[in-house]
């Protein structure tokens, strides 16, 4: 075959495959625009008003993609942590894609303003409100400082670190040596005496507690700061 013949052969496979290409592209970037619309609105009716993130894994160009007459229709993405797989599927002409894609989650919470130590009792000093990611998280987490005002921390915290549930004690109600309000009820009568807290505890809490005028110990829940009430 000689260089013209070569020549025109090239410039006609260039036509014909060049709109199949742009079309299979165009298709793709259409599906990859209705995934994210899809996934932003999911993640944003969760009722968690955090903040999110998506970024589409880009669809292959070299899937033939059939245009799409009606509507993309979308299953609920599944997937753990921030990598979740999302499936697309074309009702007419039937056809159907798998996506994947990154989310990631952000919320305002509490973290620890500076290195705290083991035991301190935490102050509003201590701690501050900040944007994190909290994709991954699996403790609970605090998004006001007043909550964890007078806790005491479990462990070494480090600076900017989330602050869960798990690395918090949760201030005492009641220390050992306390005087304290017994409070009993019978057949709606209540009948109250003087006694002193034989242990420590947290609200619902129940310790031991001894009766100043018997001098009996009996076990009672704490009901508030000074107040316990027996069974």
């Given at each position: ?6 020549t025109?052969l ?57 245009s ?8 609920t ?39 705290l ?21 699996r ?33 005492l109600?009641v ?11 019978l ?6 005496t003087?006694?002193t807290?034989l ?25 508030q ?7």
């Amino acid at each position: 075959m000689n260089t013209y013949n070569l020549t025109r052969l090239f410039l006609l496979t260039t036509f014909l495959l060049s709109p199949l290409q742009l079309f299979a592209a165009g298709e793709a970037e259409k599906l990859e625009q209705s995934a994210e619309h899809y996934l932003y609105k999911h993640y944003s009716n969760t009722g968690t008003g955090t903040r999110v993130e998506i970024k589409l894994n880009p669809i292959s160009r070299k899937i033939n993609l059939k245009s799409c007459l009606k509507p993309y229709e979308f299953q609920t993405p599944k997937g753990n942590g921030s990598r979740i797989t999302l499936k697309a599927r074309c009702p007419s002409p039937l056809w159907q894609l798998f996506i994947t894609a990154e989310v990631k989650e952000f919320d305002i919470a509490v973290v620890a303003q500076s290195s705290l130590a083991r035991g301190t009792y935490i102050s509003i000093q201590d701690i501050k409100l900040k944007e994190v990611e909290i994709t991954s998280l699996r403790s609970a987490y605090f998004t006001k400082l007043q909550d964890i005002l007078g806790w005491t921390s479990k462990r070494s915290i480090a600076a900017d670190t989330i602050i869960t549930t798990s690395m918090l004690k949760v201030p005492l109600a009641v220390s050992k040596g306390d005087a304290l309000i017994i409070e009993a009820k019978l057949n709606g009568v209540s009948i109250r005496t003087s006694g002193t807290a034989l242990e420590s505890g947290t609200l619902g809490e129940q310790i031991k507690v001894r009766n100043d005028r018997s001098g009996v110990m009996v076990k009672a829940k704490i009901i508030q700061a000074g107040l316990v009430q027996v069974p």
